[in-house]
């Protein structure tokens, strides 16, 4: 029968302590990498989502400009006919 000391008890215990607190600070540092993943991500989508209403933004401002443009040659054309008679 193995003769199992108190001494070589608590040797093994103080060994599982030791290797649970490294798992814990390994655990604890994947957490944080993991939080510092997820928020850069989310800054990434917030970017790209400020990107896209950028891009619709201009295109709306594109589109305005090419309507006022619009309206005002066929106003002009109406107004220069009104006051020169254009084509009979």
Not at 17 to 28: H, I, S, V, Y
Not at 57 to 72: D, F, H, K
Request: charged share 40%; hydrophobic share 35%; glycine share 4%.
């Amino acid at each position: 029968m193995d003769s199992f000391t108190a001494y070589e008890s608590l040797a093994q215990q103080r060994e599982r302590e030791a290797e649970q607190a490294k798992l814990d600070a390994e655990r604890a540092a994947l957490e944080k990498e993991k939080a510092a993943l997820e928020k850069e991500k989310q800054k990434q989508a917030e970017a790209a989502r400020k990107k896209k209403e950028q891009a619709a933004q201009r295109r709306a401002n594109q589109i305005e400009r090419q309507l006022v443009n619009t309206g005002m040659q066929v106003f002009r054309r109406g107004l220069m006919n009104t006051l020169f008679g254009g084509k009979k």
